[in-house]
């Protein structure tokens, strides 16, 4: 029958797991029949916040230099919100407080390979910055939010942003190769619509690659799921 260890189990149930129990109940006449009870799991939905950092960093994890600012003149471009009064600011430097995180430190932050940031091609990536959050996605739902990358760093050296949307590869967003030396994207909107619900982990940031000289900034505001 079901027992108080089973409801515990069942509680417990995340995507993808199942539980199954038989229960014994017994008829008017005396006689006794097996039901069997299978229960599938499902997270627990978790609500995306601070979508445009208006409450600083709250509902995002980091490591390296990230901070929610309300402009930055870094490198002599001025970038301002996109929403609200201010946005998510990382650099492969200081420039936004904290201390530069390695390559190693970012993979493990986001659970990740070790090398996989080295994988994505554009040489040794070898420290920078990164923010993680989770939220739920139903099917046919839709993430969008804004970023840009500016980099003061030049040929050969090809710093870059990034994101890992599980249950999603890491991928690159954009990189000095696409923006020339010295360039940006200007504020550009991603997006990405789930064909399963779920909750997903999302993990943006900037690596510095070949080199550790030259800096490289990457912005992201209005964070919303449509």
Request: glycine letters at 14%; charged letters at 15%; zero cysteines.
């Amino acid at each position: 029958g079901l027992t108080l260890s089973t409801v515990i189990i069942i509680a417990a149930l995340g995507t993808g797991d199942t539980e199954t129990d038989t229960l014994t109940v017994a008829s008017l006449d005396g006689t006794t029949h097996d039901i069997v009870v299978s229960v599938a799991g499902a997270d627990e939905p978790v609500e995306l916040v601070n979508g445009s950092f208006e409450d600083g960093l709250t509902g995002f994890q980091t490591a390296g230099s990230a901070a929610a600012v309300t402009i930055s003149t870094l490198g002599g471009l001025t970038v301002n919100p996109t929403d609200g009064a201010q946005f998510l600011a990382l650099s492969t430097d200081t420039d936004f407080g904290g201390t530069i995180a390695t390559d190693a430190e970012i993979e493990t932050l986001l659970g990740i390979s070790a090398g996989a940031l080295d994988g994505l091609g554009n040489g040794d990536a070898i420290e920078g910055s990164v923010a993680q959050t989770t939220f739920y996605l139903a099917a046919g739902s839709t993430l969008t939010f804004d970023y840009l990358f500016d980099t003061q760093d030049a040929a050969p050296s090809n710093d870059f942003a990034f994101l890992k949307l599980s249950p999603s590869s890491i991928e690159e967003i954009a990189d000095v190769e696409l923006v020339g030396d010295g360039g940006d994207t200007g504020w550009l909107t991603y997006s990405f619509t789930a064909t399963d619900a779920g909750n997903y982990d999302l993990g943006i940031g900037v690596v510095d690659s070949g080199s550790s000289f030259g800096t490289s900034l990457f912005y992201i505001d209005w964070m919303a799921i449509v």
